[in-house]
């Protein structure tokens, strides 16, 4: 049996019309199916917690967006079990780190036709309060989380949204909080190497490039069953900042003296107080961390 997890409230609204649409396919009446909609947010976590021991689902269907395919993963622990994506959200980084086809219709015919899987390595993060996360795209500290946080407080998003403008929230937010945000004194351990740095922006690792909905933010970046590639942004002005986020829309970040890239098999942050973090976009603070791969592949379509 098929579980079919749906975030109506994905992409504003269009993760329930694309599912609205598949209802109507012949193919959905094909296969024996449950579908559950997520109704708050957190939801689809405790969904996939839920049914990971029922024995009669053979495949997960997510249809919503990258937050929901987060909460999945997090919540779903039999391994056995392909989670499939159907990309109906408003970044969708996910999917185009993975090279899914973001046609809905097309989606749902390739899960439930193709025999093909591929493994997929999420990160996970554990934190200091013993908390372990899987990101399926990235995990930041610094700047981004920041932004992320205020982004997902201001009331111009939903507006924004309703617009199919929801992007420029970022933006709008970065505006806001740059000039307020106070760089970290950070201490990071990997590949046998520890280094304390100052004045840091923001430290991302990220299982493939991108992130903010097509920017290649982490450019480097592979899918890897082993290695995280890891992003740097420190000893640069508030004023120098501002070009970064320009040069990020266009790749050239890369070619800035105040950017490191590197790839590592784990990452300890040990920031000197509470700092802010964000994990495919949803967040929260931690003081230390420890950063890899997730060991269990999950199968993708
Ligand atoms: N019924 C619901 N009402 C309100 N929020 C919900 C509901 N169900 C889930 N959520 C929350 O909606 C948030 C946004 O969902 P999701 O990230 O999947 O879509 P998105 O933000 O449009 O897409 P993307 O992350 O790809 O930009 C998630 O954090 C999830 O917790």
């Not at 490191?260 to 929260?284: H, M, N």
Request: charged fraction near 20%; hydrophobic fraction near 40%.
């Amino acid at each position: 049996m098929y579980l079919l997890i749906v975030n109506p409230h994905a992409g504003n609204g269009k993760a329930k019309q694309a599912f609205e649409r598949i209802q109507k396919m012949e193919s959905f009446h094909s296969i024996e199916q449950k579908t559950l909609f997520t109704d708050a947010p957190g939801e689809g976590k405790v969904i996939a917690a839920n049914y990971s021991g029922d024995r009669r689902i053979k495949h997960v269907i997510v249809i919503g967006g990258d937050g929901t395919m987060h909460e999945v993963m997090n919540g779903w622990v039999n391994q056995e079990v392909p989670v499939s994506f159907i990309p109906t959200g408003s970044g969708n980084d996910f999917a185009r780190g993975t090279g899914q086809n973001r046609n809905a219709e097309k989606q749902w015919q390739k899960i439930i036709s193709s025999p093909d899987r591929y493994c997929y390595w999420n990160g996970r993060v554990q934190l200091d309060n013993s908390e372990n996360k899987k990101f399926i795209n990235s995990i930041g500290v610094g700047i981004d989380a920041i932004t992320t946080e205020a982004a997902n407080k201001s009331r111009l998003k939903g507006w924004l949204n309703r617009l199919g403008l929801g992007k420029l929230i970022y933006l709008i937010a970065l505006i806001r909080v740059i000039w307020s945000f106070q760089p970290m004194n950070i201490r990071l351990k990997y590949d046998g190497k520890v280094r304390t740095l100052q004045n840091v922006w923001l430290i991302s690792a990220a299982n493939h490039p991108y992130c903010g909905g097509g920017l290649k933010v982490v450019p480097h970046a592979v899918l890897h069953q082993e290695y995280l590639s890891i992003l740097i942004v420190h000893q640069i002005s508030r004023k120098k900042i501002l070009l970064l986020f320009l040069l990020i829309i266009f790749g050239l970040h890369r070619f800035l003296k105040e950017v490191e890239l590197f790839r590592t098999k784990e990452l300890v942050i040990e920031a000197d107080s509470p700092v802010r973090y964000q994990a495919d976009g949803e967040t929260g603070r931690l003081r230390t961390c420890l950063i890899t791969k997730d060991q269990r592949a999950v199968h993708i379509i």
